[in-house]
């Protein structure tokens, strides 16, 4: 993959993962561009997919969805089928967050967010035990979630461009 940012790109994407809803006024003085500048670095960084989307993230107690785990999910048969029809599927249940193929002892690792042990219960009996494909799960709940962030460090960009580690914070 060749590197099409510059300093001022990479860091105008640092700054838009701390907030994305930084003023652009604040944005171009921080990155040493004018506004206009600034926003077209940003609409060509959305183009070329640097940037996908934008989002929140709500706080999981005010929504009533405290109960979160990580279910290993094991098919029956690995076959293309089944890893059709159980993505097509997954992404249809609100209760999925996240789901990954994973190489190893699951197939697919689902994140899962619920308001209760009874919801979870639903959940996986009522929806994901009853797909045909699904051969076992292992689900493992968490007691307290200790770091979360989304953010991408990117750092190593600005290294490629030859910049040093005192540069880069």
Request: with cysteine; charged share 20%; glycine share 2%.
């Amino acid at each position: 993959m060749s590197l099409n940012l510059d300093y001022r790109d990479i860091k105008i994407l640092e700054y838009l993962q701390r907030n994305a809803r930084i003023p652009m006024p604040e944005l171009s003085d921080l990155v040493f561009l004018s506004p206009t500048a600034t926003a077209a670095r940003i609409k060509r960084l959305e183009m070329e997919n640097y940037i996908s989307h934008y989002t929140i993230v709500l706080n999981k107690l005010k929504v009533d969805k405290s109960l979160v785990s990580f279910t290993g999910v094991h098919l029956h048969l690995s076959s293309h089928n089944n890893l059709i029809d159980f993505i097509k599927e997954i992404k249809l249940m609100p209760q999925v967050w996240e789901c990954y193929q994973l190489s190893g002892n699951f197939d697919f690792l689902l994140h899962i967010g619920v308001k209760d042990m009874q919801e979870y219960h639903s959940y996986i009996t009522n929806k994901l035990l009853k797909m045909k494909c699904v051969d076992h799960i292992q689900t493992f709940f968490v007691m307290d979630e200790l770091h979360h962030d989304n953010k991408i460090n990117l750092s190593h960009l600005l290294k490629k461009l030859g910049y040093n580690s005192s540069d880069v914070n």
